[in-house]
């Protein structure tokens, strides 16, 4: 039977070795052509507004040869937050903008925030899934939230593509109107996102990489 120094002992050196395996990462950037838009549909017709700046900070636990590649398809922890400025939405028309950036509260709430909790991958029909889990923020309202997508790995890319329908009033946002309330957007959005990431050229492992990628 082992004593309480015993087990005390080995859970000291267990949290030791957790910590001591996960506390190199690796830095992650995304490349200029990553994309994030968002489409939805009008009584006047469908429309599309793009993300014209956004923010990913992003590492992910150290594998043993330090390669990003071989640290997600062996599902190791990562970090990423993507931050997306409201009043950088941009649509075919400036008047939408405007609507669209009272309507989401930009003054009070300027960010739309997705922060991942963890992912995983799986085989489908032949190509990679996977599936992050996190929690995303609108307006002040937080919500958890998985994104399926595709992911395709190379030797010097990972790229992540898929689409989230979004209903505006779970975030507490009053789907925008125009033209004294005779277009009206409808209340679903579906967030559209092609990332582009590569491991960050520096060495200095753990450090906190960003950069700004958008059209």
Not at 70 to 80: E, F, M, N
Not at 175 to 202: G, R, S, W
């Amino acid at each position: 039977m082992k004593t309480k120094r015993q087990t005390f002992a080995l859970s000291f050196c267990l949290l030791a070795l957790s910590s001591f395996s996960y506390a190199a990462s690796i830095p992650i950037e995304a490349l200029p052509q990553s994309q994030v838009w968002i489409s939805g549909n009008s009584t006047l017709h469908p429309f599309i507004i793009k993300a014209s700046t956004f923010n990913i900070q992003m590492s992910i636990a150290a594998s043993g040869n330090g390669e990003a590649k071989t640290a997600v398809l062996k599902g190791l922890p990562a970090q990423l937050q993507l931050t997306i400025p409201v009043k950088g939405l941009r649509s075919e028309f400036e008047a939408m903008d405007d609507n669209t950036q009272k309507a989401m509260k930009a003054k009070k709430y300027p960010t739309i925030v997705f922060s991942l909790t963890s992912y995983s991958l799986s085989n489908l029909n032949g190509k990679e899934s996977i599936a992050a889990l996190g929690t995303l923020s609108i307006s002040g309202v937080s919500k958890p939230i998985t994104l399926h997508g595709k992911i395709a790995i190379s030797k010097s890319k990972i790229t992540v593509t898929g689409s989230q329908p979004i209903l505006m009033k779970d975030y507490g946002i009053t789907p925008p109107t125009m033209m004294f309330d005779t277009i009206k957007v409808d209340n679903k959005v579906v967030v559209h996102y092609h990332l582009i990431l590569t491991q960050a050229e520096k060495a200095d492992l753990g450090a906190s990489h960003s950069l700004a990628a958008g059209l």
